[in-house]
């Protein structure tokens, strides 16, 4: 079975008195081990089928089934705990928690899930930003850190619970262009050593990078 | 509508719940202005009824007075006299369907032609004869219930029962004032009175003057006093005169405190909505940062955007005063009409007091736009740059040594972390909101302390008075006791001692006070803490009480109030008129609110020309118990009434309740300042938890993409919510101190006495409760709205 199955997958957002349907009955399957850039114009459904994945947003119809689990039909909570668990996700505004340094954000999905003690988790906090090329700015604070540094902060977050799968909402979208080439280094070599990794690209480059591409064009599917 | 405008209008309505709060709270403030509006309606109110009675300016009370025709004529013909009209009272005991209860009859000469304080028949017919008109008051205050046709039955000192006709309904302003006090009031003929009390003659002589300038007034007192003495068988007034500047009327004064204690409520509501509407626009200019940004970059100047949120913060001050303002005109009138019923038992009208609803949406609106400017001055700021590139969540936290300072506690779980330093993120907002916890904790803890200290000056104010009961002669001049009388009581069962003592009124310059007439070795009070130790000077010798001298001890109050010192030579005013007085003892008792004056019997008595008469007798029973009390009560009342007397026992230990409790109502009303302050600082608490909540949706967004749960979202926030209200107490409690400080304060300068200082620490506990009880109740909905985010609506919020 593919790690993520997607099927007959629609989505239909309510503004007031209009509708506008972002996704159109899309069926897909990425397999474990895959680099996927997930590309389209703006407005084309690229976000919204990674928010469907990751959990954090929910189809008016079809089916969401992630390592065998149907997340499409989980409670909130649970969804939560599981997608802390599966999912690591990098966002385009790296989203990190301002009060906290670099180590307890990276710390932070461990805290939740209640992963071995404080102590462990701070070793391996310590290992994932060391892993980024961060290892001396652990207590930073986010506003003491460049935009890549976050960024990187950011992916360490994303993978300090070994999840099955890394993905990338736009991930270099707000980097300059040699941070965007470290940033998809650091994705390929995560790739390489059996991580899943999907990512959604405005970038050309970054697109012609992944393995496998994944093309929207309103809300359908035209290539995966 | 231009676009801005429309902007404006909108800004409002895109946060409903947030714009709700805020308006209820500013329309809450300027409800409270508009409770300024009772005390004019309720005077103008009154105003109209004193017109329509002809309300006296001097009223004389006199040993009931034969006065012929000419002699009325006489006096209405006196120097600077309007118009004058006689009036026969009687104080009787009623029966009633088998109970008995104390009435004072009116009796008017003649009902058609009333000239001053006039009796107005309501319902039902003029009383002729053995008939009477009962008192509106009656029912009202539940003392009794007659309508036309009743009868009730009055005994004459020879125990012949008296049948009096009820005809109707009377009413009067002065008279229904007795009514409260319990006693039924009746207006009847002056052949009834006669009839009952085996007397003729006035016993109430009441003028309305031409000039009633202070000192006319003054002498016109004189002028009937010497017209009086001289031509009829008075030879002095029983009381002081009842002279009245134009408009008093009674009651004003402490119904004017009420509004003025309402006043502080609704200053304390607007101070605290100030931090409300401060919090609310700097959200909203928060929110739309990238939307002030855009306006700029589209050419909007800064003064453009500045108007725009002062429209919004006008908005919302034109729509909550309109509302408050609105609510004001409907509260005030029916406060003051509901006042107007119970005490004085008249429908006032429908009224609004312009002036003050004008003040109210002044004062309203001004009041947002002042508390905004903070915020509309941020818009200034907004650069175009900084602002269209904010995206996410923001990152501006660290810089400052606060910030620093927080992030060394350690050891707690993350979350609890995140919310303890979250606190210093808005800390303007944080501050606002520490204030305003502190704000209440420092009001109920200065109010309840400021109770326990009106409590605890009750009780000492009874403690000082050994007597158990004290028994009076009915009001009636012509009923007088004499120091012998004392013997008598003294051999009553369960009676260990008792004196005679005899009260009257004085008035020093404007200030009437009580005047006692204590025996020189009396055990009525024990003045050895309160005179001897803490206050200054002496009691009076057995040689001076034996030469009836002029000396006087006077309450330490009343002593500040009129600079009184040791030593000093004053005048006071009594029904027979101006007499000196030296002062030799200055004693700080509480009793009488600290205004009194204590003087030997003999000198009383010779005063007032009563010879050996009093007019009471303190006792001593000899048992502390209250049922045995209770009984000796009964037994000397018997005996009084066997020796011909009708007397009122005053039974100490139910007075000191009674006023223990009166003074408990006033410390609730403390109370329920508090509650108020508090319940508004907890809707300024929820709201700005909502808006922390708002401010920080995309942080919840993300705290759930990477595994929060609920309840750590939940712990995040009330971790947030209790340590501000937990800094808030900190602040609260030399707050609470400062504020007691100035009740005591006001208490000295308002009432000149001092107040006990206390600051119990059972109250700091208890604040400390509250304040964290309330924060978790008011934070319920924040929080429940907060885990019930969906994180892809969270993360896309704007």
Not at chain 1, 179 to 203: C, P, R
Not at chain 2, 542 to 549: F, L, R, S
Not at chain 2, 630 to 641: F, G, M, Q, Y
Request: some cysteine; charged content about 20%.
């Amino acid at each position: 079975m593919s790690l993520v199955q997607l099927r007959d997958l629609q989505k239909t957002y309510k503004t007031g008195r209009l509708e506008f349907e972002a996704l159109k009955g899309v069926d897909l399957d990425i397999e474990e081990g895959q680099l996927v850039a997930i590309v389209g114009a703006s407005g084309s459904g690229k976000s919204t089928m990674l928010n469907m994945i990751t959990g954090i947003d929910r189809p008016t119809r079809g089916s969401v089934t992630i390592a065998g689990d149907r997340i499409d039909q989980m409670k909130e909570d649970r969804l939560a705990a599981w997608r802390g668990a599966n999912v690591g996700i990098v966002f385009q505004f790296f989203q990190l928690f301002p009060t906290l340094t670099a180590l307890e954000n990276v710390m932070l999905p461990m805290d939740f899930l209640r992963r071995g003690s404080v102590a462990e988790r701070k070793k391996r906090a310590r290992e994932r930003l060391e892993l980024v090329g961060l290892g001396d700015k652990v207590d930073n604070l986010p506003s003491e850190l460049s935009g890549g540094q976050q960024q990187r902060v950011a992916i360490a977050r994303a993978l300090v619970n070994e999840p099955k799968v890394l993905i990338g909402d736009e991930p270099t979208g707000n980097l300059d262009s040699k941070t965007e080439a470290a940033m998809f280094e650091l994705f390929d070599e995560l790739n390489k050593q059996g991580k899943t990794v999907i990512y959604v690209t405005h970038s050309q480059a970054l697109a012609e990078k992944a393995r496998h591409k994944v093309e929207l064009v309103d809300g359908q599917l035209v290539r995966a | 509508m231009s676009a801005l405008l429309k902007k404006s209008w909108k800004d409002l309505s895109r946060r409903k719940a947030r714009t709700i709060f805020t308006i209820i709270t500013v329309a809450l403030g300027v409800m409270g202005i508009g409770l300024f509006a009772i005390t004019p309606l309720a005077d103008r109110a009154v105003q109209a009824e004193l017109r329509a009675e002809k309300m006296h300016n001097i009223g004389v009370r006199v040993t009931a007075v034969p006065l012929t025709v000419e002699q009325l004529d006489a006096l209405k013909s006196l120097d600077n006299v309007g118009q004058m009209s006689p009036q026969a009272e009687l104080l009787v005991t009623i029966e009633i369907g088998g109970r008995r209860e104390r009435a004072l009859l009116v009796g008017i000469p003649n009902y058609a032609d009333q000239a001053v304080d006039v009796v107005r028949v309501t319902s039902g017919e003029v009383p002729r004869g053995m008939q009477v008109l009962t008192d509106q008051g009656n029912e009202a205050n539940a003392v009794i219930s007659l309508s036309a046709g009743d009868g009730i039955t009055v005994q004459d000192p020879t125990g012949t029962a008296n049948r009096l006709l009820v005809t109707g309904v009377g009413k009067n302003f002065l008279h229904s004032g007795a009514t409260r006090g319990g006693v039924a009031v009746f207006y009847t003929t002056l052949d009834a009175i006669e009839q009952i009390s085996g007397r003729t003659g006035f016993t109430n002589l009441t003028f309305t003057l031409q000039d009633t300038d202070p000192d006319a007034m003054a002498k016109t007192v004189e002028v009937v006093r010497d017209y009086l003495v001289a031509n009829t068988s008075v030879v002095a007034f029983d009381t002081l005169a009842d002279v009245r500047e134009e408009g008093f009327w009674e009651g004003r004064e402490i119904f004017s405190q009420i509004m003025n204690f309402m006043a502080i409520l609704a200053f304390m509501i607007l101070f605290v909505s100030l931090f409300l509407i401060a919090n609310t626009m700097n959200t909203i200019v928060s929110e739309q940062t990238r939307e002030i940004a855009m306006m700029k970059a589209i050419g909007a100047t800064r003064g453009t955007v500045f108007r725009s949120f002062l429209t919004t913060s006008a908005l919302i001050g034109l729509i909550g005063a309109g509302i408050g303002a609105g609510l004001g005109i409907l509260v005030a009138s029916q406060v003051e009409r509901a006042f107007m019923d119970q005490s004085f038992g008249f429908d006032a009208a429908f009224d609004v007091h312009w002036p003050t609803v004008a003040i109210s949406l002044a004062v309203g609106v001004g009041v947002v736009v002042l508390a905004s400017l903070p915020a509309l001055f941020r818009t200034l700021r907004v650069s175009v740059v900084a602002g269209l590139e904010s995206h996410g969540i923001s990152s501006d936290y660290g810089p400052t040594f606060l910030d620093r300072g927080l992030m060394s506690i350690r050891g707690v779980p993350r979350v609890v972390q995140m919310g303890i330093r979250n606190a210093s993120r808005r800390k303007g907002r944080s501050i606002s909101t520490i204030l305003q916890v502190a704000f209440a904790v420092g009001v109920v803890i200065a109010m309840l302390n400021g109770g326990d200290g009106l409590i605890d000056m009750t009780v000492r104010a009874y403690d000082v008075q050994t007597w158990d009961l004290w028994a009076t002669v009915a009001d009636d001049p012509s009923d007088p006791m004499t120091v012998d009388t004392a013997a008598l009581i003294a051999g009553v069962d369960g009676v260990r001692a008792a004196e005679p003592v005899n009260r009257t009124s004085a008035q020093i310059n404007d200030r009437t006070v009580p005047l006692y007439g204590y025996v020189q070795d009396t055990h009525a009070l024990d003045f050895d803490k309160t005179l001897l130790e803490n206050g200054q000077g002496r009691w009076w010798t057995p040689e001076e009480a034996k030469t009836a001298k002029h000396v006087v001890v006077v309450g330490d109050a009343l002593s500040r109030f009129e600079n009184i010192e040791l030593g000093d030579t004053i005048e006071l005013m009594t029904a027979t008129g101006a007499s000196k007085f030296k002062v030799i003892g200055i004693d700080a008792a509480f009793t009488e609110n600290g205004q009194f004056v204590h003087a030997p019997l003999e000198t009383v008595q010779a005063v007032l020309h009563k010879g050996a008469a009093a007019n009471g007798f303190f006792v001593q029973t000899d048992s502390r118990d209250h049922r045995k009390i209770d009984a000796t009560s009964r037994r000397v009342s018997d005996e009084l009434k066997a020796l011909g007397h009708r007397a009122d026992i005053t039974v100490n230990y139910v007075a000191a309740e009674q006023n223990v409790a009166k003074n408990k109502t006033i410390v609730s009303m403390f109370l329920m300042v508090s509650f108020v302050v508090v319940l508004i600082v907890l809707i300024g608490l929820m709201s700005t938890l909502v808006m922390n909540i708002l401010d920080r949706t995309t942080e919840i967004g993300m705290l759930r993409c990477i595994g929060a749960q609920s309840k750590d979202v939940r712990r995040l926030f009330s971790t947030e919510g209790l340590f501000l209200a937990f800094l808030g107490w900190i602040v609260g409690l030399p707050l609470g101190y400062l504020v007691c400080q100035v009740y005591v304060a006001a208490f000295a300068v308002g009432m000149k006495l001092t107040m006990p200082n206390k600051y119990a620490l059972i109250y700091v506990g208890w604040s400390l409760v509250f304040a964290m009880v309330g924060t978790l109740i008011v934070i319920f909905f924040p929080l429940r709205r907060a885990t019930n985010m969906k994180p892809g609506d969270a993360i896309r919020y704007e």
